[in-house]
């Protein structure tokens, strides 16, 4: 059925420079979880950065849904928003030690960002309270889980904080058809820049890994192969899918399937595009100053596999949102876990040149026009 609205909210509006500046916070939240893997690069830092990500991401993510309905366009919503931007940077603060000795701290933060967010929904024009409520009770059960995770420690912070995440695989089946809609055209942008923000700390990661280290020929290679991958990550997104993305939600309509729909796209697709990159950011700051050495299977793994991820995330987002499957970008994921073995065996820089380079073939032969396609003519608009 139908949602009673019946129509999307064509009153598009552009992301504000407070949303910017939020998302400096989200920087920081890449740079702690990436420095974890670095740290100790191993399966309990991988499960402890999935369990942490997949709760950020999703309050993160709900905050674009916020300004998408609630544009801070005044002082009494500015404020609120800069308090939930102080409560997302105390939660990034612990990210190192959430899971020992900061995890109240943790959990606290996230309890604050929760019910800045639901006091601010309810000052939307098209979203009502018991709308609201709807998912604003699943996320304070999603908090008292943390929380409670948190305060008895030791495994079971793991199975408490595991609990969520089914919590917000069902909340969006929860939300009624007649709450308001997206403005697909911000929506698209908001979630851009956040791929933006993420993918320049695979930037930052190769900075860092130089910091200190004599500029050589190597070191320029290995910085240049790190640059050109994230180049090819940021072509995969931003080479034409999201004005696709756009055009898809645009034809979508307030029901619950297609609301479901769009979260999967946004929450779920961008957790793994995420994740992805947070991965290969930690090897390419262990490789910028290891090059010739072999790498460990783990930092082998996050390189190559974190690229498989990316890859696989932005295929899910196109599924869920109803776009064709890219297999060339399928055979790009297949290829990027086939380097793996290079890394163990060989060194970090045969990894990541040959990762560099069997995704930007692929890129290419994407981009490159079929035979049925260069021989169609050029059909000349019919005016009515």
Known sequence: ??????????????????????????????????????????????????LMLTAIWWMYGAFAWLTNAVPPDRTA?????????????AIDLTIPTAFSADGVVFASGYLAVILIH??????SATWSVASVWSF???????????????????????VLWGLAIPIFAITPALVPEDSGWIRPSHFVERHGLVVIVALGESVVAVG??????????????VAVLGLALSAELWWVYFGGDDEEAEGALLEMRPTRRE????????YWAHLLLLLGIVCAAAALEHA????????????????????????????????????PFRPWRGLAAVLALATIPLGTEA??????????????????AEGAPTRGEARAPVQTPVRS
């Open 1 to 50: 059925m139908e949602a009673s609205t019946g129509v999307v909210d064509r009153d598009e509006v552009r992301v504000s420079t407070l949303e910017l500046f939020f998302d400096l916070v989200f920087v920081f939240t890449i740079t702690q979880l990436t420095a974890l893997l670095v740290h100790d690069p191993n399966g309990t830092s991988l499960g402890q950065i999935a």
């Open 77 to 89: 919503l500015r404020l609120p928003l800069l308090a939930g931007m102080a409560a997302f940077f």
């Open 118 to 123: 639901t006091a601010l929904y309810t000052q």
């Open 136 to 158: 604003a009770r699943m996320n304070l059960v999603a908090a008292a889980l943390i929380l409670a995770g948190a305060i008895i420690g030791d495994a079971w912070q793991y």
């Open 208 to 221: 860092i890994g130089a910091s200190g280290l004599e500029i050589t020929g190597e070191l320029l290679l």
């Open 259 to 266: 609301f479901i729909a769009a979260n999967a796209a946004y």
């Open 288 to 323: 910028i100053g290891h090059a010739f050495d072999s790498l460990d299977f783990a930092l082998a793994l996050a390189l190559g596999g974190g690229t498989a991820v990316y890859l696989l995330g932005h295929a899910l987002f196109r599924l869920f949102l109803g776009l």
């Open 347 to 364: 060194s970090a820089l045969a990894q990541l040149a040959v990762l560099v380079a069997v995704l930007g073939l692929c890129l290419v």
